[in-house]
């Protein structure tokens, strides 16, 4: 038995919740699948999985096991990265992580033209905003919005954010401009509410380079960004969300841009990836993609300081 082949037999099984769908992933029979699982747990003397009919579960063991076993193949995709590195050719799987705005916005839509520049690199994205341990759950690279805290990675800034007041053309042929942040009040607006918190987002402003902050009193409050989006384009409100957000909108017309003079400065968009990584080609491209692409965005439309 190949002890490493059994491995990632295993954790194809686990990512693909089962053997029917890691065999055809990894291109084998589900036979040679069950094989391979029935091989690892006889060698390792423990039960790796508890399966029926109808549905498979990770053991203790098993829990452990696809810990261990990931990390081990990370290092090894490592490896392999960084000898083809010096050839400049970047292959193998690459996990990316990152929020659903930028995924959705931004990432997804230009793969197609990455993995075209790469084609024996294959990518698996992620979108999610909640705090991950990179290593253990196998990302390679990961883009996040706001303050970077973990001095293991390396991370930099490829995009700067701000908070930008925004409302469609009908809106403001209907209500007219405001000139300061307290005429808001005089107009309809629409809130962000925290998902967690189930509290209303305070508006963020700045006057002479000092922030401050005000709740407009708004008609409607949402904990989704696109759907506050999506209403103001239809002339319901004034919105207020970052750059990131709202790029598209704008450029295109379908919303303008209010209070310039007042806009504050938002949390950074940074890829990060571990220090060990550093040197593989296909984070290195990677990392030279996303980067390229947030420069390109940021070039497309700019807003006022």
């Known amino acids: 038995m190949d002890r490493l082949d059994a491995l990632k037999v295993f954790c194809a ?8 769908r890691a065999a055809a992933k990894l291109g084998i029979s589900t036979s040679s699948v069950t094989h391979q699982i029935g091989l690892l747990e ?4 423990v039960r790796l999985l508890n399966r029926t009919t ?3 579960s990770l053991t203790d063991e098993g829990r452990r096991c696809i810990e261990q076993a990931r990390r081990l193949l990370d290092e090894m995709d490592d490896l392999e990265s960084n000898l083809s590195d010096a050839l400049h050719e970047p292959r193998g799987s690459l996990r990316v992580d990152m929020p659903g705005i930028l995924a959705q916005g931004y990432v997804a839509p230009a793969l197609p033209r990455f ?7 294959s990518v698996r994205l992620t979108a999610s905003d909640r705090l991950i341990d990179m290593v253990d759950e196998g990302v390679d690279v990961m883009l996040r919005i706001g303050e970077l805290a973990d001095s293991a ?5 490829i995009f700067s954010n701000r908070y930008i007041c925004a409302a469609a053309p009908s809106f403001i042929a209907q209500h007219g401009q405001p000139q300061h942040p307290d005429d808001l009040d005089r107009l309809p607006c629409l809130n962000f509410v925290y998902p967690k918190a189930r509290q209303i987002r305070p508006w963020a402003f700045q006057q002479d380079g000092q922030p401050f902050t005000a709740t407009p009193r708004g008609v409607v409050a949402m904990d989704h960004v696109d759907s506050l989006i ?7 409100g004034v919105v207020q969300h970052l750059t990131v957000s709202l790029i598209a909108p704008l450029r295109s017309g379908a919303l303008v841009p209010l209070l310039e003079p007042w806009q ?3 949390p950074e968009v940074s890829v990060l990836y571990p220090q060990r990584h550093q040197r593989a ?4 491209v990677f990392v030279d993609f996303v980067e390229e692409l947030f420069r390109n965005a940021a070039a497309s439309w700019r807003p006022s300081a």
């Open 153 to 157: 990675l390396i991370g930099r800034s």
């Open 13 to 20: 099984v686990v990512d693909e919740g089962g053997f029917s």
């Open 264 to 266: 504050a400065a938002g």
């Open 115 to 121: 993995l075209a520049a790469y084609p024996e690199l």
């Open 54 to 56: 109808r549905s498979m």
């Open 230 to 236: 999506a209403m103001a384009v239809q002339g319901g």
């Open 281 to 284: 080609a296909k984070i290195k």
């Open 42 to 45: 006889t060698h390792f003397g």
